[in-house]
């Protein structure tokens, strides 16, 4: 920490009070205050005992191979993915044989399980016992015994080719089951067939996205539109889609011709390209700036999209200049070698022709036809079709009639079988990997889903006052009515305490959700719904994303031709697709096979594909306030991985770029690379050097790689208990003993797959006892020592090319080992850590204001003790802090120790939770109370083992104070050496190594906040003076928040750019006007870091933190300013306050945070001189 002497120029000062600061005074005080609370810590958490315990084993501590270690990793993640391929070939050939086997029947009826169908009656008939949550699916309601049917509403359920489909597609649900039986690692199973049906195994109820209106939702989906259907369908292609915008194309026409526009980019991929141009007398790029073919990623799509409107229909039409321009396109992208260097196509959208332009074509097309035709002729009173049909027919392309917006969606897609024939041809089995993408309930963030959000939230809280006020009527009612029968008791006290309890109540009521369930008449198919849709998962937990491998199911019938003639029977195969199959992989399933026990603290692993786009990364934030981000699935490994240099925004490191190509190219590599981290929400960050190892993912487009930290990072423990030789000489539960520790909750020490390979058991015998309860992780750790163990009904995890067969217990053999010897070496007493025996623990607790103790090991344990009482437990607003922070090396606070220790090995890291003391001033003022059981200090300290050449992070202490007793302590400590912090005019604060306020002497709201906020000018001589270091940072996955300044019929006037800038200018020069009056009444200076207490448009710019794109919403996301209000930003000057509306949008966001540098053991003390300007404090 850093100790920080103020003196505050709020009031002036006599000159019979002058305060005068010793330097060497203060430097002294820092000392012995540091020492005092050091020797607490280290006493009280055990830290001298358990690092002697483990330096026992420090002969023990080696470098290892990081590039062993990830070839061992690739290869794991390759066979499992090879697991998954062999599923998917299984329902392709299965899927191929019941389709050429099947009979049509024009009259066909069947019955089937409709996804959107499922009630309370099916699961009578299906036996309830059959549905189970389970995680390898998302936590939904599964059933294993069926799957079930998804069809567009564009699909009529009715049509006997869809029912024949349906009907021979059933007998795949005992392939899925199969399938599942071999690798019960399996998520979901599926077929997307061409006909617009999904069979989707597991059985279960269709879950939509969140619907923020009472209207009933509308769904969308159709697999075949879905990126995995379309990559399995088609190979990677270049497009040129060719709007006509003459005369004619105007109104309705005009409008069917840029959705069905819309629509073939919706199709498109990351794999493929596409240029989109307009055409008249001349063809132009309808986005200026992307005038070429452009990858089809999801940026460049919206960019085309939010071009169309600018899009004018007038002039001739002039389809030979159009024709060129588009062959010149795609014969110059693939003689540079750009692009796909696959299938190429024209994509022509008009209401007619007048002619075929049959020499343009031999030009540019002809004999070999290289590039297909695909016309859509718009329109429903169109005069002829003959021209443009002749077109798509001898360009091997195809021909659409699109009369009306309805009839879009499905004739858009008839393009993808054709794109399909080489595959078809071909005969050979090409499986595809999609991007990753998350469920389809999950909820887009779009600026119609934002706004009906924002919505929501105002109704949900005008009833919530209008709730709040019915009550308080009502006991006013009651207070007059009393006051008429028993006179009047009330004072102003009760008054003010009734009023508080209902603020207090009305703050509690859940006002920003608003998921109120809708009954339809039937209790038990709702409370099926519920069961369904809402999973387990806690509100703030990460969401699933997944993978989906997939592969084109064909036709396997042929034509045979002149039967009845003389000459040879001819036989042709018909190049038809069936549609595709697939699996999904969620990511989780990958993480699991890089595990963070391997990596180490602060070490990570991401994967990426052929574009350089991340599959996992512990930075990609695909979500933003509960929504998707609209280019979550398109983060690139550049925009997370940042290099410590002074370069400006998308500006590539050399290093990381090398690192990117060489995994887009598949080449196995190492680097190591200084790089800057954020961490705690994008409010800290650490600069160090990762040392980056990489290789390819064989049979796939992935590479994977793991980032160790230097130095620490190499070097690890390998010491651990040989379980199996020693369980009969000791009692290993004696180290498990109570319930004052935990294991890491997502970890798996033991598998117990073997549990849901009884529950499949179950269901198909149709056994009607309930499965076993779910283990606690802690309750597995103990029934493998205390059962398990003793069996040896156990076998330990080892890399397979086949799926596990988990007839017993799978273990990780490292890390339970490595858990059972950390649990003894931290089993210890208060006796073993006392420096002092005579010294009565509990005077030492009740004088430092001690809550809590605990450790945290690189297995995972953690142990604690809590000093407080139940009934100060129950107080808590939230889980004690190691329940909380119970996933140890994964945690916040133990990678921060772990990094600091590199800067001080001698320190504690202090901390409070973000804005603490403002939570602290709001609790005390609802509750009148003295004693606040959640304002707490949180100290850490590493536990490193070895020599001075092979160091490895083992451990890390921690221990939790009061904050009004390190306060007093603080202050006590300050008087013995006259040090002046009770004085009213001088300010004293206690910072951490990233400039947050750990104590503040007189303005507890300060506490928890950045300092710069408080005194700029002070913190810029820190950075001056070598203290703090400011690091740059950008964030490239942000979203941005625009003022909605005005709708209606005036709206496009009021949004023009200038307009906007003027408002906000002039607002901004509003608040500022109010602030600089206040300053002058109230004698205070604004310092430039109080810009992070408003927010100022984008009109002005904070020197901490800007935005790239220009907008200044001040990284809502990051809590730099926490809102009040989810709709906006809310403003408050005097007691006048506004809440502003907004629309969200992805954008580029950069900012400074600050890091402590290394300045060695000794204390050392800089006195700032404020000069003639004085200081802003």
Same mark, same amino acid.
């Given at each position: 920490m850093l100790t920080i002497v103020d003196l505050n120029g709020l009031r002036p000062i006599k000159a019979t009070d002058e305060l005068v600061f010793d330097e060497d005074v203060i430097k002294n005080m820092a000392r012995v205050f540091g020492r005092e609370l050091s020797a607490v810590s280290t006493e009280q958490t055990c830290l001298s005992r358990i690092q002697e315990n483990f330096q026992h084993y420090s002969h023990e501590v080696s470098w290892f191979d990081g590039n062993k270690m990830m070839d061992d990793m690739r290869n794991d993640v390759m066979h499992m993915f090879n697991w998954k391929k062999h599923s998917v070939e299984r329902i392709a050939n299965e899927s191929e044989r019941l389709a050429s086997n099947h009979t049509y029947d024009k009259n066909i009826g069947f019955d089937y399980f409709n996804v959107k169908r499922l009630t309370d009656k099916d699961l009578v008939d299906l036996n309830s016992r059959q549905w189970q949550r389970n995680p390898n699916f998302d936590d939904s309601v599964v059933n294993f015994e069926h799957s079930a049917i998804h069809l567009p509403i564009n699909v009529n359920d009715k049509s006997s080719d869809v029912i024949?489909?349906?009907?021979?597609?059933?007998?795949?649900?005992?392939?899925?089951?199969?399938?599942?039986?071999?690798?019960?690692?399996?998520?979901?199973?599926?077929?997307?067939?061409?006909?617009?049906?999904?069979?989707?195994?597991?059985?279960?109820?269709?879950?939509?996205?969140?619907?923020?209106?009472? %209207?009933?939702?509308?769904?969308?989906?159709?697999?075949?539109?879905?990126?995995?259907?379309?990559?399995?369908?088609?190979?990677?292609?270049?497009?040129?889609?060719?709007?006509?915008?003459?005369?004619?194309?105007?109104?309705?026409?005009?409008?069917?011709?840029?959705?069905?526009?819309?629509?073939?980019?919706?199709?498109?991929?990351?794999?493929?390209?596409?240029?989109?141009?307009?055409?008249?007398?001349?063809?132009?790029?309808?986005?200026?700036?992307?005038?070429?073919?452009?990858?089809?990623? %999801?940026?460049?799509?919206?960019?085309?999209?939010?071009?169309?409107?600018?899009?004018?229909?007038?002039?001739?039409?002039?389809?030979?200049?159009?024709?060129?321009?588009?062959?010149?396109?795609?014969?110059?992208?693939?003689?540079?070698?750009?692009?796909?260097?696959?299938?190429?196509?024209?994509?022509?959208?008009?209401?007619?022709?007048?002619?075929?332009?049959?020499?343009?074509?031999?030009?540019?097309?002809?004999?070999?036809?290289?590039?297909?035709?695909?016309?859509?002729?718009?329109?429903?009173?169109? !005069?002829?079709h003959n021209e443009v049909y002749w077109m798509a027919c001898h360009n091997r392309g195809y021909y659409t009639h699109v009369m009306n917006r309805a009839e879009v969606h499905e004739q858009v897609q008839k393009y993808i079988p054709v794109m399909s024939r080489p595959i078809v041809l071909s005969g050979e089995r090409i499986f595809s990997w999609s991007p990753i993408y998350a469920p389809i309930y999950e909820t887009e963030l779009t600026e119609e889903n934002w706004i009906n959000k924002q919505t929501q939230i105002k109704m949900n809280r005008l009833r919530a006052q209008a709730r709040y006020a019915d009550n308080l009527a009502a006991s006013r009612s009651l207070r007059n009515l009393n006051a008429k029968r028993y006179g009047n008791i009330d004072s102003e006290d009760q008054n003010a305490e009734v009023i508080q309890r209902g603020i207090s109540k009305r703050s509690n009521q859940i006002i920003d959700d608003g998921d109120d369930e809708e009954t339809d008449g039937s209790d038990d198919v709702v409370a099926f719904k519920q069961i369904a849709l809402e999973p387990k998962s806690q509100k703030n937990q990460p969401i699933s994303l997944f993978t989906t491998l997939s592969t084109p199911n064909v036709t396997k019938r042929i034509l045979i031709k002149n039967v009845y003639q003389d000459a040879d029977i001819e036989t042709i195969r018909i190049a038809n697709l069936l549609g595709v199959a697939g699996v999904d992989i969620p990511i989780k399933e990958i993480?699991?096979?890089?595990?963070?026990?391997?990596?180490?603290?602060?070490?990570?692993?991401?994967?990426?594909?052929?574009?350089?786009?991340?599959?996992?990364?512990?930075?990609?934030?695909?979500?933003?306030?509960?929504?998707?981000?609209?280019?979550?699935?398109?983060?690139?490994?550049?925009?997370?991985?940042?290099?410590?240099?002074?370069?400006?925004?998308?500006?590539?490191?050399?290093?990381?770029?090398?690192?990117?190509?060489?995994?887009?190219n598949r080449t196995h590599g190492w680097k190591k690379v200084a790089v800057k981290i954020h961490i705690d929400e994008m409010k800290r960050v650490t600069t160090r050097v990762n040392h980056y190892t990489h290789g390819m993912i064989g049979q796939t487009p992935f590479s994977l790689a793991i980032a160790l930290p230097e130095p620490y990072g190499s070097y690890r423990l390998t010491s651990q208990v040989d379980l199996r030789m020693?369980?009969?000489?000791?009692?290993?539960?004696?180290?498990?003993?109570?319930?004052?520790?935990?294991?890491?909750?997502?970890? @798996?020490?033991?598998?117990?797959?073997?549990?849901?390979?009884?529950?499949?058991?179950?269901?198909?015998?149709?056994?009607?006892?309930?499965?076993?309860?779910?283990?606690?992780?802690?309750?597995?750790?103990?029934?493998?020592?205390?059962?398990?163990?003793?069996?040896?009904?156990?076998?330990?995890?080892?890399?397979?090319?086949?799926?596990?067969?988990?007839?017993?217990?799978?273990?990780?053999?490292?890390?339970?080992?490595?858990?059972?010897?950390?649990?003894?070496?931290?089993?210890?007493?208060?006796?073993?850590?006392?420096?002092?025996?005579?010294?009565?623990?509990?005077?030492?607790?009740?004088?430092?204001?001690?809550?809590?103790?605990?450790?945290?090991?690189?297995?995972?344990? !953690?142990?604690?003790?809590?000093?407080?009482?139940?009934?100060?437990?129950?107080?808590?607003?939230?889980?004690?802090?190691?329940?909380?922070?119970?996933?140890?090396?994964?945690?916040?606070?133990?990678?921060?120790?772990?990094?600091?220790?590199?800067?001080?090995?001698?320190?504690?890291?202090?901390?409070?939770?973000?804005?603490?003391?403002?939570?602290?001033?709001?609790?005390?003022?609802?509750?009148?109370?003295?004693?606040?059981?959640?304002?707490?200090?949180?100290?850490?300290?590493?536990?490193?083992?070895?020599?001075?050449?092979?160091?490895?992070?083992?451990?890390?202490?921690?221990?939790?104070?009061?904050?009004?007793?390190?306060?007093?302590?603080?202050?006590?400590?300050?008087? %013995?050496?006259?040090?002046?912090?009770?004085?009213?005019?001088?300010?004293?604060?206690?910072?951490?190594?990233?400039?947050?306020?750990?104590?503040?002497?007189?303005?507890?709201?300060? @506490?928890?906040?950045?300092?710069?906020?408080?005194?700029?000018?002070?913190?810029?001589?820190?950075?001056?003076?070598g203290v703090y270091k400011r690091v740059h940072l950008f964030d490239y996955q942000a979203i941005c928040l625009d003022p909605e300044v005005v709708s209606g019929p005036s709206a496009s006037f009021f949004n023009h750019s200038i307009l906007v800038q003027l408002l906000r200018y002039l607002r901004s020069m509003t608040k500022l006007i109010a602030i600089f009056y206040l300053n002058l009444l109230y004698g205070s200076d604004t310092n430039r870091w109080s810009w992070w207490s408003i927010d100022s448009g984008d009109s002005f710019s904070s020197p901490i933190m800007t935005e790239a794109s220009s907008d200044q919403e001040f990284l809502r996301q990051n809590n730099w300013i926490k809102s009040e209000s989810f709709y906006g930003t809310e403003y408050s000057i005097g007691s006048d306050s506004f809440e502003e509306k907004t629309i969200p949008r992805a954008c580029d966001k950069e900012f400074d945070l600050y890091e402590m540098i290394d300045f060695g053991p000794e204390t050392k003390s800089h006195q700032i001189q404020c000069g003639s300007s004085q200081c802003s404090r």
């Open positions: 024949n489909e349906i009907k021979w597609s059933e007998h795949l649900t005992q392939f899925f089951k199969n399938n599942l039986a071999f690798d019960p690692s399996l998520s979901w199973q599926f077929f997307g067939s061409a006909k617009g049906f999904l069979r989707l195994y597991p059985a279960t109820l269709w879950r939509e996205e969140k619907n923020f209106t009472e %209207k009933p939702r509308i769904d969308f989906y159709d697999c075949r539109l879905r990126p995995w259907y379309i990559k399995g369908a088609a190979s990677s292609k270049d497009i040129v889609i060719l709007l006509d915008t003459s005369g004619s194309m105007t109104g309705v026409r005009k409008s069917i011709g840029q959705s069905v526009l819309e629509h073939i980019l919706d199709t498109l991929t990351e794999d493929d390209y596409v240029a989109a141009l307009k055409f008249s007398k001349d063809a132009q790029p309808i986005h200026p700036c992307l005038n070429t073919l452009v990858q089809a990623n %999801k940026k460049n799509i919206a960019e085309i999209k939010s071009h169309l409107v600018n899009v004018k229909t007038n002039e001739f039409v002039n389809f030979t200049a159009a024709l060129v321009e588009a062959f010149t396109f795609l014969q110059q992208f693939n003689r540079s070698g750009q692009g796909s260097q696959c299938n190429q196509a024209i994509m022509l959208i008009t209401d007619g022709a007048p002619g075929t332009y049959e020499e343009t074509f031999k030009q540019f097309n002809w004999p070999n036809i290289p590039v297909r035709v695909f016309t859509y002729l718009i329109g429903h009173d169109v !005069t002829s993480e699991k096979l890089t595990p963070a026990f391997k990596l180490g603290v602060n070490g990570y692993s991401f994967m990426i594909n052929n574009n350089g786009y991340l599959l996992n990364h512990p930075d990609l934030r695909p979500t933003f306030e509960g929504f998707l981000k609209p280019f979550y699935h398109s983060v690139d490994m550049s925009e997370v991985e940042l290099a410590n240099n002074t370069l400006g925004p998308r500006q590539i490191d050399s290093d990381i770029d090398s690192i990117r190509s060489n995994m887009i020693k369980y009969r000489e000791q009692n290993f539960t004696h180290f498990f003993r109570g319930n004052q520790w935990r294991v890491h909750p997502n970890w @798996v020490y033991c598998d117990h797959h073997h549990q849901f390979n009884s529950l499949l058991q179950q269901q198909q015998q149709q056994q009607q006892q309930p499965p076993e309860p779910q283990l606690t992780p802690e309750e597995s750790i103990l029934q493998f020592l205390m059962s398990d163990l003793e069996k040896q009904n156990f076998r330990w995890r080892t890399s397979s090319i086949r799926p596990k067969v988990y007839e017993t217990i799978l273990c990780d053999k490292d890390l339970i080992q490595s858990l059972v010897l950390d649990a003894n070496l931290t089993d210890t007493t208060r006796e073993q850590c006392s420096s002092n025996p005579n010294y009565r623990d509990e005077q030492r607790i009740k004088t430092f204001g001690i809550v809590s103790t605990f450790v945290s090991t690189r297995s995972g344990l !953690t142990r604690f003790k809590d000093y407080r009482s139940k009934d100060e437990i129950k107080l808590l607003e939230d889980l004690p802090f190691y329940l909380k922070h119970d996933r140890a090396i994964e945690e916040t606070y133990y990678k921060r120790s772990v990094d600091f220790y590199q800067i001080n090995n001698d320190a504690f890291v202090y901390s409070v939770e973000f804005d603490s003391g403002e939570k602290h001033e709001r609790r005390m003022a609802s509750t009148h109370s003295h004693y606040d059981s959640n304002f707490l200090v949180t100290a850490t300290h590493a536990l490193f083992i070895g020599n001075l050449k092979h160091n490895a992070p083992v451990a890390v202490v921690g221990i939790q104070f009061h904050y009004d007793t390190i306060l007093e302590f603080f202050l006590n400590n300050t008087n %013995k050496f006259n040090v002046p912090c009770t004085h009213l005019d001088v300010d004293c604060y206690l910072v951490d190594n990233n400039a947050f306020i750990i104590l503040s002497n007189h303005k507890t709201s300060d @506490v928890g906040k950045f300092f710069g906020e408080i005194d700029g000018d002070i913190l810029e001589k820190l950075i001056e003076i």
